[in-house]
């Protein structure tokens, strides 16, 4: 499987992806982009203003300066579990684009990882444009971060999107129908977007919600981007929540490929 993923066919479903995403590409690309700095803004300088500061790691950090680095952990997640979930359903369910390409030199694992890394690419996509403005508000006074750390985090993120996508991917082959899909959206992907310490410290909320967000890829990453982007230093703490992300990847991408696989058979 996972020498799959550097085969040219996989690159070429990807590929495929990204020219019909161009056609459509103004459409496709600005309201996504613009939700998460709307969110930003709505977020950091509506709410922020009722909530003041905080206090993260013995010292006080405006709630502006808090939330940034959780609104980018939410780009990353929601633009490729978004995707991955609706984007690849109606491929394979309305467009029947799957049906198609699999009648190529094309294999379901080539197709599946395509997928997944076009779901991975769109989101880096949008982070690195959510990047560009946390950047302009910093270069304006109104935040304080470390730019030189806020771009070297994009390849982080962008692998922890493959565990994302797969996490999509999971659903597309269960649901009958995309009228299911507010199953998996509103009672897995936006409380997992919303509480995973992107808009509020979770570890402080309840022992049992600290607890359970250690297995929570999304968690990790969002705390190494906000730890790092606030200048902190390397911790030995980072080493243990990269390892869980990578878990991530590695476990959600094979039950990715095991349940998309059986589906397109079934489908076939």
């Known amino acids: 499987m996972w020498r799959d993923l550097a085969d040219w066919r996989t690159r070429a479903v990807t590929r495929r992806n ?13 309201p996504p982009v613009l939700e998460p700095v709307v969110m930003f803004l709505v ?22 300066e808090y939330v940034a ?20 359903f109606v491929r394979m369910f309305y467009q ?26 769109r989101a880096t996509m949008y982070a690195v444009c959510v990047s560009l403005v946390l950047a302009a508000f910093h270069l304006l006074g109104l935040v304080s971060l470390s730019l030189g750390t806020l771009f070297l985090l994009i390849p982080v993120g ?14 597309t082959s269960r649901v009958p129908t995309i009228d299911h899909m ?7 992907g936006v409380p997992l977007s919303l509480t995973s310490n992107t808009f509020f410290p979770v570890d402080q909320v309840h022992p049992l919600a600290a607890a ?11 705390r190494i981007f906000r730890h790092a982007l606030l200048g902190g230093g390397p911790e030995p703490w980072m080493l243990a929540s990269l390892l869980v992300i990578a878990a991530a990847i590695l476990g959600l991408s094979f039950l990715a490929h095991r349940w998309m696989d059986r589906r397109l058979e079934r489908e076939s």
């Open 18 to 30: 990204l020219l019909v995403y161009l056609r459509n590409w103004r459409s496709a690309f600005v």
């Open 43 to 64: 977020f950091g300088m509506g709410l922020g203003t009722y909530v003041g500061s905080l206090l993260y790691q013995g010292r006080e950090v405006s709630y502006l």
């Open 69 to 88: 680095p959780g609104i980018l952990t939410y780009t990353f997640f929601t633009t490729s579990f978004m995707e991955s979930l609706y984007g690849s």
């Open 96 to 121: 029947k684009t799957f049906e198609g390409i699999t009648g190529t030199a094309v294999e379901r694992v080539n197709l599946i990882w395509g997928e997944i890394l076009w779901a991975s690419c």
């Open 158 to 171: 962008a692998a922890a999107t493959v565990a994302f996508s797969s996490f999509g991917l999971l659903f």
């Open 182 to 188: 507010n199953y998996p959206v509103f009672l897995v």
């Open 212 to 222: 359970l967000a250690q297995f929570n890829p999304l968690y990790h990453l969002s």
